[in-house]
């Protein structure tokens, strides 16, 4: 077998080289640092320090390495209790591309601490409380009477020994986690609070007012087309004879002027009829809720259907016991938030509620809850406004304010923590 002879494609040669001890040399660098936390910025400047006086050979290699990142210092040396450890040499390859030399410098290895400037006169008066408190117990035990020797014993037997928690806090900090991880996020306590609240549905992303709360979901098309409207229009000298609930000023108000044109708004009168039966409904006296006499008794010519929808609505059942149907505070809440809803829908999404105020015997501050409740903003109404109602424009009363719905619809925010007293 014949030999072959191989060619061996000889490339640009490259030079090795190693450079002496930067020590030796005066050439300061390159040194390698470690640091155990948290970095600094690619920005920070480090200053390096070595000792003035050379003539010591143990001294001539001691490095302290300094930045100032403003609130924070970083720290780090070669020498000393802090000096990083270890049994190996590291050295670095700087090519240089001119002469196509690569030269190994020897990189010294610095671990760097950080400490926070404000915190650095905080040790020291640490410290000098700690020595002072020291000499005081010794004193006392020496010279102290018999209840002060007690105390300085007491003490000493509740301090906590931070040294004796550094093996469990790591522990302490997975519990931690581990419970904090299912508490809800501030975006989840806010679509609770959504969810919780007694309004209408509502349509979060509507862009115009009339889409928020769709009036076909406040009152079915059925519901719509069964309320006896036509009763208002034979007794339009006396509307409230014909209603459920009577003693509605906002109601019999609001009837008389759309009654009292020629072209009567029938749709208008519908709504405020159908708030009516709402009012009306409301006053049944929970334990009669299931009594058929009383209910038809308060609730006069409502539709059968409407007062079913009511029922389903704004009552619940009660487990255990023959009760079928009850009020609870949030479904009385609904309900009222159902009346406003359709007001807010007649007054143009503008309306002043001091009349439903009055009607439905309720606090102005619960109304404005509701209202507010619903996405409406409470403001104080203008001079043109109060001189409609014949109200003083200095007047700044709570009565005399507009509950207002806009788009887009934002709800206040959950309270937190315990109710003020």
């Not at 010591?56 to 040396?77: M, P, S, T, Y």
């Not at 020595?131 to 117990?137: E, G, I, T, V």
């Amino acid at each position: 077998m014949s030999s072959l002879k191989r060619k061996n494609a000889e490339g640009a040669k490259v030079g090795l080289e190693y450079a002496k001890a930067d020590v030796e040399t005066g050439a300061e660098g390159p040194f390698l640092a470690v640091f155990p936390g948290i970095a600094p910025q690619k920005s920070v400047h480090f200053e390096l320090y070595k000792p003035t006086n050379e003539e010591n050979r143990a001294k001539r290699k001691k490095r302290i390495l300094v930045a100032d990142a403003g609130n924070v210092e970083f720290v780090g040396q070669n020498f000393g209790e802090n000096a990083r450890q270890g049994f190996c040499r590291y050295v670095i390859a700087v090519r240089d591309t001119e002469t196509n030399k690569v030269v190994f410098k020897d990189a010294p290895v610095i671990a760097v601490n950080r400490t926070i400037k404000s915190l650095k006169n905080a040790r020291h008066h640490s410290t000098a409380t700690g020595q002072f408190l020291q000499a005081k117990n010794s004193l006392g035990e020496a010279f102290g009477t018999k209840k002060i020797k007690q105390q300085i014993k007491s003490v000493e037997r509740n301090a906590v020994n931070v040294n004796t928690l550094e093996g469990v806090s790591g522990i302490l900090h997975s519990s931690i986690s581990a419970k904090t991880s299912a508490l809800p996020s501030k975006a989840e306590i806010n679509a609770k609070a959504d969810e919780d609240r007694p309004i209408p549905p509502y349509d979060i992303n509507a862009t115009k007012v009339e889409d928020i709360y769709k009036l076909d979901v406040l009152i079915t098309p059925a519901e719509y087309q069964l309320v006896p409207f036509k009763s208002l229009l034979d007794k339009s000298v006396q509307p409230q004879t014909a209603l459920p609930f009577q003693g509605s000023t906002y109601v019999n108000d609001s009837l008389k002027a759309a009654l009292s044109v020629s072209k009567k708004d029938r749709h208008r009168i519908r709504l405020l009829m159908y708030i009516n039966f709402l009012m009306a409904f409301r006053t049944i006296p929970d334990r009669k809720l299931d009594d058929t006499e009383i209910v038809n008794r308060v609730m006069g010519e409502t539709p059968s259907m409407i007062l079913e929808n009511f029922y389903e609505r704004f009552t619940e059942s009660p487990d255990g016991g023959d009760k079928k149907h009850t009020f609870t505070p949030k479904s009385k809440d609904k309900l009222l938030c159902w009346i406003f809803a359709i007001a807010l829908t007649l007054e143009n999404f503008n309306m002043d509620a001091s009349a439903l105020t009055r009607d439905l015997s309720l606090r102005q501050t619960k109304v404005n809850e509701l209202l507010k409740s619903l996405g409406c903003k409470i403001s104080d109404a203008t001079a043109a406004q109060k001189a409609q109602m014949d109200i003083s424009p200095d007047d700044d009363t709570k009565a005399n304010k507009r509950a207002i719905l806009t788009v887009p619809l934002t709800f206040p925010a959950p309270k937190r923590g315990p109710k003020a007293k």
